[in-house]
């Protein structure tokens, strides 16, 4: 069954600090990956998404994700973090109609 | 355009009581889905439907039913809620089969059994 991976559970980083979320899948075909950000208390938005081309993808609000087929990674990036990015972000990997998700990184940002 | 609505915000229901999640978006999507959401677990596939009249389980459908008669409207429904079944409850829209994972989300509703 296909899987998706994110490797870490909650991260808390200082207001300017770098941020990489790692996310693995599992599936071998063609695939269109996703990550998501989901707001304390609100629904879910989609931030970026892979569906072909050049594998480094740029989001909303400085985000950006890329996609390594070799290691079957989508990581998600940001130069300098603030506090207003406090949220749990999902990745996710479409295929054949569905979205499978990662469990969530919650990202905590001090201010 | 709204986008994805959903309705209640909260519940609250004791174990046994059935109820009704409505889901509607005004995007003339024709796939659409419901997501449970638990702490720690990342989103779980209720069921989905790839249009109107067409349903599908996906990976925890036991409990719930859905129906689609129309386009716009994918509700869900607990015949007998069970503690377990305490989460949130996202619907989920998509448009065409090739921008088909492409998902636009409702606010949710809190679910609460006790």
């Known amino acids: 069954a296909q899987s998706v991976s994110q490797h870490n559970h909650h991260v808390i980083l200082s207001e300017a600090a770098s941020l990489e979320l790692g996310c693995n899948y599992s599936?071998?075909?063609?695939?269109?990956l996703f990550w998501y950000v989901q707001y304390p208390g609100q629904h879910l938005q989609l931030l970026l998404k892979?569906?072909?081309?050049?594998?480094l993808v740029k989001g909303i609000k400085g985000f950006e994700a890329e996609f390594i087929k070799s290691k079957f990674s989508f990581n998600l990036r940001k130069p300098s973090v603030q506090w207003s990015d406090t949220a749990e972000y999902f990745c996710?990997?479409?295929?054949?109609?569905?979205?499978?998700f990662g469990k969530g990184t919650k990202l905590s940002v001090k201010p | 355009n709204a986008g994805v609505t959903q309705t209640p915000k909260f519940r609250i229901l004791k174990i046994g009581q059935s109820m009704t999640l409505q889901c509607a978006q005004d995007?003339?999507?024709?796939?659409m889905y419901w997501y449970r959401q638990d702490p720690g677990m990342g989103l779980k596939l209720i069921y989905y439907?790839?249009?109107?009249?067409?349903?599908d389980k996906g990976e925890v459908p036991n409990g719930y039913n859905v129906s689609r008669s129309t386009t716009e409207d994918f509700p869900l429904r607990l015949e007998l809620a069970a503690p377990s079944q305490t989460s949130v409850y996202f619907c989920?829209?998509?448009?065409?089969?090739?921008?088909?994972?492409?998902?636009?989300f409702g606010p949710g509703t809190r679910l609460t059994v006790l």
């Open positions: 996710a990997v479409g295929s054949q109609g569905n979205l499978i």
């Open positions: 599936y071998g075909g063609t695939v269109n």
């Open positions: 892979y569906f072909s081309g050049d594998p």
């Open positions: 995007m003339n999507h024709n796939y």
């Open positions: 439907s790839v249009g109107a009249g067409i349903t």
């Open positions: 989920a829209s998509a448009y065409h089969w090739d921008r088909v994972n492409e998902q636009f």
